[in-house]
């Protein structure tokens, strides 16, 4: 489980090829960020649930398998990109952001970026299906930051960016044709299954 809350900014250090299958070694500088971590610990990739191996001082890597890969932007990844890492919520911390699982649901793509002040508006095209589960002033989860959405509609919808998302963030890389990892509100999704959901007689 997770915010949303971006901790630090991860490199690309280097890609394997495995069989259906793509190892990723994300270097995160010389700091604390992985001074405690144990291998096996879930982090976030871009949003996406990973498991940590091979942890060092500076840096660990994971597997992400053909479905993970075919599901979310990380197959696109190259050596040199920048991707966002938060380790996994404590159940004493502050929830700053939302209730995020690092499951992502779909993939949207960048359609459009405008400056408003200090704020920049980014807007996105999802999957059809999600359109329904992204509702004006609710959260949303992309590439693993929680953003509130600015505006919806019927195909599309933006969030606006404050200078300090962009700066701590792969955020300032969104731009016309990029492509992010989505993961809508699990709690809509729970009130859609329970409010849909009918017993069938055996």
Not at 88 to 113: E, W
Request: with cysteine; net charge negative; glycine share 8%.
């Amino acid at each position: 489980m997770f915010t949303g809350l971006v901790e630090r900014l991860g490199r690309v250090a280097s890609i394997e090829e495995l069989p259906e299958a793509r190892r990723f070694t994300f270097e995160v500088g010389d700091d604390e960020f992985l001074t405690a971590p144990s291998e096996g610990e879930s982090i976030s990739s871009n949003g996406v649930c990973l498991t940590a191996l091979d942890i060092t001082s500076r840096a660990y890597s994971v597997v992400a398998i053909e479905e993970t890969l075919r599901r979310t932007t990380l197959g696109g990844l190259k050596e040199g990109d920048e991707v966002n890492l938060e380790r996994a919520l404590k159940v004493s911390a502050r929830l700053g952001g939302h209730i995020v699982q690092g499951h992502v649901d779909g993939v949207a793509d960048v359609v459009g970026v405008r400056d408003e002040g200090e704020s920049l508006w980014v807007t996105f095209q999802p999957p059809t299906a999600l359109l329904k589960y992204v509702v004006e002033k609710g959260s949303v989860c992309l590439d693993g930051i929680s953003l509130t959405v600015a505006n919806c509609s019927y195909d599309k919808f933006s969030v606006a960016l404050i200078p300090h998302t962009r700066e701590v963030t792969n955020a300032k890389s969104w731009i016309p044709g990029a492509r992010v990892n989505v993961e809508v509100d699990i709690l809509a999704k729970y009130i859609e299954r329970l409010t849909t959901w009918t017993r069938v007689e055996e």
